[in-house]
């Protein structure tokens, strides 16, 4: 998951999704879990989220899944398995709750993906996204270096097949896939701080050049960019994020 970058940013990009809880990336979906509840949190990543709904809902009623077996976090009461979104290891209408945090932006075909969550949710079962959006992002200053570096970092992300303005078109995917009573709501939140954002962006640019892409005068320049941004000032950063609630 965190293949192509510097072993020491790594080390601090796998420390800072570790730190994430659902207290504070998934509260939206904490206050509807009851004790007994079947969640499927789908790209759980490190687990750290995951783990905060077996809080409620209890142990052996959330199943985490990722591409990533040995990414996930040991001793916790939830059950990890690696799988594949686009064909979830659940079957028909078993889960009262399918989550995904930081995955729609990632996908190259978001309508398969919403179509299997809808598959594994039980008539009734609710679906719960959170989804960001880069075309909404506060950064203060957004100098021409951060804009030119963001602009690459786009580019990457589209070159992967996601898509960096995902929260922006998340709850039409989900309307189109036959989900019923979409209701959204956006928040800013300082994931990270406008200097790690920048080192972030500037190793992303570097691990691409590396492969000596299609682009590469453009991903070059966007990495001159990222690295003035880098090596400047302070700034701030909210990112925003597009939490939505669907029905099955």
């Given at each position: 998951?965190l ?5 020491g940013?790594a ?48 142990r ?46 990632h ?142």
């Amino acid at each position: 998951m965190l293949e192509g970058y510097a072993p020491g940013f790594a080390q601090d990009a796998l420390a800072m999704m570790r730190s994430r809880t659902a207290a504070d990336r998934a509260e939206f979906v904490l206050r509807l879990l009851r004790p007994g509840m079947r969640v499927l949190d789908v790209g759980c990543g490190p687990g750290t989220i995951t783990a905060g709904f077996a809080t409620i809902a209890g142990r052996g009623n959330v199943l985490g899944v990722d591409r990533e077996p040995g990414f996930f976090a040991a001793g916790s009461k939830v059950e990890f398995v690696a799988g594949d979104a686009y064909a979830l290891p659940v079957g028909d209408e078993s889960v009262d709750l399918v989550f995904a945090h930081a995955l729609f932006e990632h996908l190259a075909r978001p309508a398969e993906v919403l179509s299997e969550m809808r598959r594994v949710l039980r008539p009734g079962g609710t679906l719960a996204l959170s989804t960001s959006d880069w075309s909404r992002a506060r950064l203060r200053p957004a100098t021409a270096n951060v804009t030119a570096a963001l602009r690459g970092h786009y580019l990457l992300r589209r070159r992967a097949g996601g898509d960096p303005f995902a929260g922006k078109h998340v709850a039409s995917w989900v309307s189109s896939a036959g989900f019923r009573e979409v209701r959204t709501h956006g928040r800013f939140r300082p994931d990270m701080s406008y200097r790690a954002l920048a080192r972030y962006v500037e190793s992303r640019l570097d691990a691409a050049l590396g492969e000596l892409p299609r682009d590469r005068d453009q991903l070059a320049s966007a990495a001159r960019s990222a690295w003035a941004w880098s090596h400047g000032g302070d700034g701030e950063f909210s990112q925003y994020w597009l939490e939505l609630l669907a029905s099955k």
